[in-house]
Every structure is written in structure tokens, then in C-alpha cells.
């Protein structure tokens, strides 16, 4: 597990970077007061941050002739750059993690105490970097800076408030926790290398063949209520855009979610007309919380076309299912699952843990009446220690009996290994397919 060529510049030293911040922020306050004091306007925007890159080079010059007025070498210029780009990072993106955040290559950050930093790759292969901070408790001000200003409400990062799960600008999605560890802040970022994925985009990557492709781009169009399923990282929020790429943009779109991740509203070319609800949690008082479960409630009032649930982890699927049995067809939404079978079994362990504390059978038709399809994805591990997401199964929800949910599986593993239509299955709504576009016969060649 070692780093690859060009992580050396990221041994800046973090103490000298953090007593440089110290001056910068000295006299970054200094320039206010005086903008202030001489009744100019505030800088904002493009402005603000040139004035800012001025005031690091202004720093990082200041350190480099202290140097030689005491008799040192001058700065190298690969240093001088690592401080000015640290720098600028504190004080413009997430801080010290911001070089990880910009790797195109990185795809996940985990970082156990500030001493010990690991990442994963997109290929797979995973790597131990140099710390990113002098101690933990300058990563928890990096942290709790991101949570004031980063989505639609502050979030508070402190002894009283020890766990923070929210979306970066780059759109990845950042959890930490603190003081429950022995080895420190523990910090875990997933970064979404694709804003903007479509289906031929997860074709092109293997995740699926066309005609599969096809089949859930119609599924989509035939306003047909889906739930992706999938384990940690398998894909599920990548596959979801994708899917969503699908929807006409004359649509208008509601998001649901615990953080904003998504970022729907942000593709305006597919769609324009896209409302981004978030949950907000309770102040210090314990009052103004407005749950995943009042959103989707609430999200029904926004006249939307479609309602799109980012996660679903919680007693906020109830709701969800009421709401697609209630005309509001096509929606789309994610679930933790090990299998395609297993996510009937997670919907019902969320609903007991509900309000209205559905029994498994009332449950199982609340699933029948409000589900079409069950998407299944999973990450898999190459021969080469590489990494590809497939997605291996797509069930048809046929109902409910006495012995439970019904499904039909018309996408999955064949005799050779391959992921492949069934062709010997019927689709119950097969006729609304092909209004949507899809040709069945293209993908007639599956097996039995």
C-alpha cells in the first residue's frame, strides 16, 4: 500500500502551514477592517478571491526573505507552491484535504486520526499518504468550517454535536466523527467522479450491455417507480443520475435527501426545473429539525412531476411508499441491500421502525401497490486487483401472497457467468415499455 509518484509534494509541513494560516488570517482581517474603516464595499466573488491569492503569495514571500535574512536557503519553487497551494486551499476549499479532493484519480479518502490518511482509486488499488493536518484538532476545524457553510443549513461539528454527514462542493459526500475513538477524528469521504452520467456512460464504463441500457432508459420514460439497490459504494447514486438523465426536462423534479449529493438541480441541460430539499437537523435547543419524512410529505405540496429520494435509511420509506401509490408515478430512490431479494427485507425492517409501525404483511402490499422494478448493483473485484460495478439483477414486482412479495428477476446472471435477459419471463408491464421506446426483440437473445 504505497502512494504513487507525485504524492511527495503533499509532505508540506502542516505546523508551518497552520502558523502562516495564523498571518494570513491576521492580515486578511486587517484588510477588511480598513475596506470597512475608508467606506469601500466588501470585496465579493471573483474578486475576493484574487485579493486573497495576493494576500498567500504576500504570506508565503514574507516567510521565504525570513529565511534568507537568517542566513537559509531560499524556498524551493516546488515548495514555495506546495504552501501557496495549502494555503489557498485552507482558505478557499477543504482545507487540507482539498489536493485529495482535486486527484481525479482518488475515489474514496478515509482518514483514521489525522496521522493516518489511506485512499482508494478508481482502479481499485489503495495507497497510505503523509498526514494532511498537524493533529486532530486542526482536522476538526477543517471539518467544522466545511459544516457552517457547506449545504442548505450550518451544521455544528463539536463535543456536543460529534458526528456531521455532508455534501462538499465537488459533490462528494463527507462523514466524520469525533471523540468515540481511540486513534482520533475518523473522517470518510466518497468522491462522485461523475456529476453528470448517463446511460451510455455506465455502458461505455461496462457496468451494463445496451440492451440493457435501453430497458431502463424505458423504464424511466414509462414513469415506472424504481428502487436501486446496492451495497456501500456499488454505484447506486451514479446509476440514479443516470437513470434520471432519462426524464423529459420539461419535468419538474423534487429531491429528497439527508445531504445533498445528487446535484440534479445542478445538470440545468437535463433538469431545469429541479427543487433540492435537504433535512435539517434540531438547533442546540433541540427544536427546528425537519426530517427526511416531513420532506417527502412535504415535497408532494411543490407540485412536482416526480419526487426522487436520494437514500432511503430510514422510517421516511413509509412515507415514500404512500406517496408513490398516490398518482405521484416515476419516482426513483436508493436503498442499502446485499442482494436484489434483500431489499424487501430492509424496506420492512425501516417501516417497524416507523410511526405508523407497520406488521411484515401490511408492509409486503405497501411494497406490491407503490414498487415496479428493484435495480440491484454491485462493485466487483478483478482478476488484476481492479474494480468494475455491474448492474446483475432487475426484478419486476408482480405483487403480494400469502407467502409474500412476489418478483419476477428479468435481467441476471446466465449458465456462463453473464448478465443477461431472461427471455422466458413475461414483464407484466411490457406493453408500457414499448410506448416508452423499448424493443423487446433486441434483447430477445437472453436465456431461459
Not at 463535543?159 to 462538499?168: G, T
Not at 445496451?210 to 428502487?227: I, P, S, T, W, Y
Not at 411484515?360 to 488484476?384: H, N, P, S, Y
Not at 411490457?430 to 426483440?441: F, I, K, S, T, Y
Amino acid at each position: 500500500m504505497n502512494a504513487r509518484p507525485g504524492f511527495e509534494t503533499r509532505g508540506v509541513d502542516q505546523l508551518l502551514v497552520r502558523r502562516l494560516q495564523s498571518d494570513l488570517g491576521e492580515r486578511r482581517q486587517r484588510a477588511i477592517e480598513e475596506r470597512r474603516r475608508t467606506g469601500r464595499p466588501a470585496l465579493r466573488g471573483d474578486d475576493e478571491i484574487q485579493h486573497g491569492k495576493q494576500l498567500v503569495q504576500a504570506v508565503v514571500t514574507q516567510y521565504d526573505g525570513g529565511l534568507v535574512e537568517a542566513g537559509h536557503q531560499p524556498l524551493a519553487w516546488e515548495v514555495r507552491q506546495d504552501l501557496v497551494d495549502a494555503l489557498e486551499a485552507r482558505l478557499f476549499g477543504a482545507g487540507s484535504l482539498q489536493q485529495l479532493l482535486e486527484d481525479p484519480e482518488i475515489e474514496n479518502i478515509d482518514v483514521n486520526g489525522f496521522r493516518h490518511v489511506f485512499v482508494e482509486y478508481a482502479d481499485g488499488s489503495t495507497a497510505k499518504l503523509p498526514p494532511v493536518t498537524s493533529s486532530d484538532e486542526d482536522l476538526n476545524e477543517t471539518i467544522q468550517t466545511l459544516a457552517a457553510h457547506e449545504g442548505l443549513s450550518a451544521r455544528a461539528f463539536d463535543v456536543a454535536n460529534p458526528r456531521v454527514n455532508l455534501r462538499l462542493p465537488d459533490g462528494s459526500r463527507l462523514y466524520a466523527v469525533m471523540a468515540v475513538s481511540g486513534i482520533g477524528t475518523l473522517v470518510s469521504i466518497r468522491k462522485h467522479r461523475y456529476a453528470k452520467m448517463r446511460l451510455k456512460d455506465q455502458v461505455a464504463l461496462g457496468s451494463m450491455d445496451q440492451d440493457l441500457a435501453d430497458f431502463l432508459g424505458a423504464m424511466v420514460r414509462a414513469r415506472k417507480n424504481v428502487m436501486i439497490a446496492g451495497a456501500v459504494s456499488a454505484g447506486k447514486t451514479s446509476l440514479l443520475r443516470a437513470m434520471a438523465a432519462e426524464i423529459d426536462p420539461a419535468e419538474r423534479l423534487i429531491t429528497v435527501e439527508r445531504s445533498l449529493e445528487l446535484g440534479l438541480h445542478e445538470d440545468i441541460d437535463r433538469h431545469p426545473n429541479c427543487a433540492p430539499l435537504e433535512e435539517r437537523l434540531p438547533n442546540a435547543e433541540g427544536v427546528g429539525a425537519v426530517t427526511m419524512a416531513d420532506l417527502v410529505r412535504d415535497s408532494l405540496r411543490l407540485n412536482p412531476s416526480r419526487v426522487i429520494v436520494g437514500e432511503v435509511l430510514g422510517d421516511e420509506v413509509v412515507t415514500m411508499l404512500n406517496a408513490m401509490m398516490q398518482g405521484n408515478d416515476g419516482s426513483l430512490s436508493t436503498i442499502h441491500a446485499n442482494s436484489s431479494v434483500d431489499v424487501v427485507h430492509k424496506i420492512t425492517t425501516y417501516a417497524l421502525q416507523a410511526p405508523e409501525k407497520l406488521p411484515v404483511e401490511a408492509t409486503t402490499r405497501l411494497v406490491a401497490g407503490a414498487l415496479d422494478f428493484i435495480v440491484f448493483i454491485r462493485r466487483l473485484r478483478t482478476a488484476t486487483g481492479g474494480q468494475r460495478r455491474v448492474v446483475e439483477s432487475v426484478r419486476e414486482v408482480a405483487g403480494a401472497d400469502e407467502y409474500g412479495l412476489k418478483t419476477n428477476e428479468i435481467w441476471g446472471y446466465d449458465a456462463d457467468g453473464r448478465v443477461a435477459r431472461r427471455a422466458a419471463v413475461q414483464i407484466m408491464c411490457e406493453d408500457d415499455l414499448v410506448d416508452a421506446g423499448w424493443n423487446p426483440g433486441a434483447a430477445a437473445g437472453g436465456w431461459a
